[in-house]
T-cell receptor
Framework: DAKTTQPNSMESNEEEPVHLPCNHS???????IHWYRQLPSQGPEYVIH???SNVNNRMASLAIAEDRKSSTLILHRATLRDAAVYYC??????????FGQGTTLQVKP | DTAVSQTPKYLVTQMGNDKSIKCEQN?????MYWYKQDSKKFLKIMFS???????INETVPNRFSPKSPDKAHLNLHINSLELGDSAVYFC?????????????????FGDGTRLSIL
């Protein structure tokens, strides 16, 4: 299973944009890039996914590099409720989600 | 209405006991999963069932036996509990991931069962 690399932690100020990077240099052509987040004492929550093109939904945007070896999750205006661990995951045909250590996002008021 | 619900939320028991955790989803999904999150917060898949059939088994000890009476339920039974089984166990569900574009089906997780072995 292809691996992802994320910074251990990041900080942001409330109401500012946040860019969470992810490197996945061994991604295969059929791997989808998924992002999940885990709020304290809760189960993981789906955020967004993409294959090649940039994606937007109500929660976030996903910017995918042209060579697909990296991607960035963008939260347009961070709120205190966005403080969580964010996981970048490559998902292939088996459907398995292989979680790494993720990025712990702190949001300061 | 809770989409994926697990019971109990907390489970404290002695080493050597047998216990079960129940999971139910009301999303109409046909695939369910069990994950384990250890004390270092690493989340790891244990099992996956599609339409009551086991499709993923990630080298989990035989003491762990999942049971799927129907596609809306996936229970986890653990025999002879050990100290190392202490963790948070998460149940999840999705439409069958399959191949190609189907592999983008998001998974929906429950809030977890915190198992503590004394």
């Amino acid at each position: 299973d292809a691996k992802t690399t994320q910074p251990n932690s990041m900080e942001s100020n409330e109401e500012e944009p946040v860019h969470l990077p992810c490197n996945h240099s061994t991604i295969s052509g059929t791997d989808y890039i998924h992002w999940y987040r885990q709020l304290p004492s809760q189960g993981p929550e789906y955020v967004i996914h993409g294959l090649t093109s940039n994606v937007n939904n109500r929660m976030a945007s996903l910017a995918i590099a042209e060579d697909r070896k990296s991607s960035t999750l963008i939260l347009h205006r961070a709120t205190l409720r966005d403080a969580a661990v964010y996981y970048c995951i490559l998902r292939g045909g088996t459907g398995k989600l292989i979680f790494g250590q993720g990025t712990t996002l702190q949001v300061k008021p | 209405d809770t989409a994926v619900s697990q019971t109990p939320k907390y489970l404290v028991t002695q080493m050597g006991n047998d216990k079960s955790i129940k999971c139910e989803q009301n999303l109409g999904h046909d695939t369910m999963y069990w994950y384990k999150q250890d004390s270092k917060k690493f989340l790891k898949i244990m099992f996956s069932y599609n339409n009551k059939e086991l499709i993923i088994n990630e080298t989990v000890p035989n003491r762990f036996s999942p049971k799927s009476p129907d596609k809306a339920h996936l229970n986890l039974h653990i025999n002879s509990l050990e100290l190392g089984d202490s963790a948070v166990y998460f149940c999840a569900s999705s439409q069958f991931p399959g191949q190609g574009t189907s592999s983008n089906q998001p998974q929906h997780f429950g809030d977890g069962t915190r198992l503590s072995i004394l």
